[in-house]
């Protein structure tokens, strides 16, 4: 029989201090004094450290303001917990059924932004370990909260981490799903950078992680263009002045499933302006996601294909350039990768630009880590079905050695982080945390 380490007290402390953070709005803003991300995220920081504080762990603040960490038991090796406490904005507070920064319990569940990111999971991964110090547990590692505060943008808090401190030697990050993701592809995001053009100009602009779902042409030679369009038989509208290019719009990591509406743009263009190298380029790489007619079938046995999207075209007098997203199978080679793509756009007098690079995520399946997640999840839920999963995004995992995403979403938990009306139910908040103190058990304690 397994011991169920949570308590009704657990729980209702646990929910307590949930109040506490979610009452802080933590989402990005402009710098200050030792708050490298704005006040929010600073605040959302301290306040999880006082919680650690009262729970009797030893906390320590960067002395800028990046990160945090409180620390638990004792042991040669550290089990790490990787979390954050920065979040996305509410959006329109009017949207929402409650204020977004105050947690209300309704129908069994709870409501708040950061409920499910990462606020909430944060809490029931501390209440858990709290639960088996409660239990009278000693620990064989020494476990460490790290809190940052910077994952919703660009991770500088982490990087500022493993500047200052040693690495954990293994641990999860609670800010996915059960029961687990053990490998994320290489992120490399960058431009492609070539020669202007006094023919026309433009600026199709979307994020780098989001394929096109729609892109408005401007320029000149407007009945060509739609000819063109016509031809390759892809779906557009003209108005008065414009003509507007319809796509689908999907996450970049799953960019093979939607359809491009900005490569489209530029296919059509290259017949128009076949001077311009960009949309050779565009025409040349054409509608295959995979990247495969520019770099081949570029994949591995663990994480499956390279996924290539391109989310921009801009053109001036001075320079053309497109952002692209690329997620890279965690077995190939960056560097090799790079040098072959860096090679193929030279072709068409374009230029590679890094802007970020975030390593893949790769624990095996058949490593102790992994083995003791998934049976531990199994064990407590039931679910002998939901198999560990690879994923194309993105969490702090990948900042760490020997790190896998580890909830604290169930399979059958609906997904509202980053949305209006974010929330959790009591009860998964309740599994997650009876799954997280058996982990840490038989991870830290046995
Ligand atoms: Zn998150």
Redesign the pocket.
Known sequence: MMENFITDRIQSQAISDLKKVIAVPSYLSEASDKAPFGPGPKKALETILSIADDMGFKTFEDPDGYYGYADVGQGDKTFGLVC?LDEVPAGNVDDWDSDPYHLEERDGKLFGRGTQ??KGPTIAAMYAVKALLDAGQKFTYQIRFIFGTD??TLWRCLAEYNKKERPIDLGIAP?AEFPLIYAEKGLQQAYLVGPGSDELQMNVVDSFNAVPGQSIYRGPKQNEVLKSLEEHQFDADQEVDQIIVKGRSVHAMNAPEGINSTVRLGIALADVFPKIEAFQFLKAFGEDANGTNLLGDVSDDVSGRLTFNISSLQIDSKQSRLQIDLRIPVKIDHDQLIKQLKEAVQKFTLTYQDFDYLAPLYVPTDSKLVETLLSTYRDVTGDLKSQPTISGGA?FARTMPNTVAFGAMLPTTPDF?HQVNERWSIQDMNTAMKIYAEAIYRLCVK
């Open positions: 954050h990111d990462d994952e919703e800010d969490t982080m």
